[in-house]
């Protein structure tokens, strides 16, 4: 597994080189990221710039709600980072009560909603105290009904990033 992690972090890292908005760490890796950064370099890996036949659904994965003044046109990787980050911080700010597990939570429920973690045993662990979430993160990894290994992939590598036991 740690093999596995360190060609993430090589690809990732590689993939920073081209982001726009970090690029004052261009030959860093990706653990030398700030948090943010790092979980904005993670999801735009794992998510893909929506086209327009993707309504509502736009930038980086962005459903976008009633009111929102958002079009239905291709957006840059600059636009879909900025709408990106407005999104992810948003999150941040509602799960701030969690501490340092508050952008483990956001990037959960950037790719999920926050409504499917609301009542979850995830939440209810964290809230009571306990660290040992692994299998209850891990089992936001399905995709109509069945495991999905890359949307398991992906819960691995946030646990990795985010979350200190």
Known sequence: MKK?????VVLLSAMTANATSISDYRKANLMALPPFERACVLIRHYETL???KH?????????VQKGENYRKRQYTHAE????LRKDLSRLCA???GYGADSL???CLA???????IQNSTLLKKLKSGNRDIHHEYTSFSKYK??????????RWMELELFFRP
Not at 4 to 8: C, N, S, V
Not at 110 to 116: A, K, L
């Open 4 to 8: 596995w992690l360190m060609i993430m």
């Open 50 to 52: 929506h086209k327009p």
């Open 55 to 63: 309504w509502p659904t736009i930038a980086y994965g962005h459903v």
């Open 80 to 83: 879909a980072d900025r709408i």
């Open 94 to 96: 509602y799960y701030r």
């Open 104 to 106: 483990l939570l956001a």
């Open 110 to 116: 950037y790719n999920v909603g926050s409504g499917r």
């Open 145 to 154: 009904g069945r495991r999905h290994p890359g949307l398991y992939r992906r």
